[in-house]
């Protein structure tokens, strides 16, 4: 069964360190997304990305935070200057089409910042 | 505010007794229902899903859930766990005035005593 993937399975980054984090949604899915989860608290949405271009993003995204499908087959999500707040659980999410439809997740990437 | 409430934040049962998790939403109209399962060391993997129609729907695992509208709420259920069913679960809502973003309740851990 296809599956969304993530790399890696942990990131551990000092303060202020930039870091990406990458990965591979369902091939031929076109909405892509990320969420977060801090520890025991919510999944939270953060970006929808759809034909090369942003769609939604919420408030936690803002201008430390950017998405970028660089290739036909990666998406991929950067923190430019890390805090400490931004450890989190990030998941990566795509779907075959916008609201009336099945987002799948991916195991995720758990971010700690240093 | 739009939000999604999960009431029991840990729940404990024993294999084979049969189980509810509760989820409760806050919008205008009918919002599109899902419930995730999150094993450890696992991604979000869709239950099952309401769009409209049918207000008992069936999912994977011999999961069930029921949408009333009258109570805004969207129960899971299943008749008899399974050691296997022990993990986190989250309902979610999507659709919202057409966004494409999954609203998520606080989760649910279930435990099963064997």
């Known amino acids: 069964e296809p599956e969304v993937t993530q790399t890696p399975s942990h990131q551990v980054t000092q303060m202020g360190q930039e870091v990406i984090l990458r990965c591979v949604p369902i091939?031929?899915?076109?909405?892509f997304y990320w969420y977060r989860q801090i520890l025991g608290q919510k999944v939270e949405f953060l970006v929808s990305f759809y034909n090369n271009e942003i769609s939604e993003k919420s408030e936690i995204f803002d201008d430390q935070f950017s998405v970028e499908r660089p290739d036909g087959s990666n998406f991929t999500l950067k923190i430019r200057s890390t805090k400490l707040e931004d450890s989190a659980m990030y998941f990566c999410?795509?779907?075959?089409?916008?609201?009336?439809?099945?987002?799948?997740f991916g195991a995720g990437t758990r971010l700690s910042v240093l | 505010a739009q939000s999604v409430t999960q009431p029991d934040i840990h729940i404990t049962v024993s294999e084979g007794a049969s189980l509810e998790l509760r989820c409760n939403y806050s919008?205008?109209?009918?919002?599109?229902l899902f419930w995730y399962v999150q094993s450890p060391g696992q991604g979000l993997q869709l239950l099952l899903k309401y769009f409209s129609g049918d207000t008992l729907v069936q999912g994977i695992k011999g999961f069930e859930a029921e949408f009333k509208r009258s109570q805004s709420s969207f129960n899971l259920r299943k008749p008899s766990v399974h050691w296997s069913d022990a993990a986190e679960y989250f309902c979610?809502?999507?659709?919202?005035?057409?966004?494409?973003?999954?609203?998520f309740g606080q989760g649910t851990r279930l435990t099963i005593n064997p």
């Open positions: 999410a795509s779907s075959q089409g916008a609201a009336k439809n099945i987002q799948y």
């Open positions: 979610a809502v999507g659709g919202i005035q057409g966004a494409q973003k999954l609203v």
């Open positions: 091939s031929n899915h076109l909405y």
């Open positions: 919008y205008g109209a009918t919002p599109y």
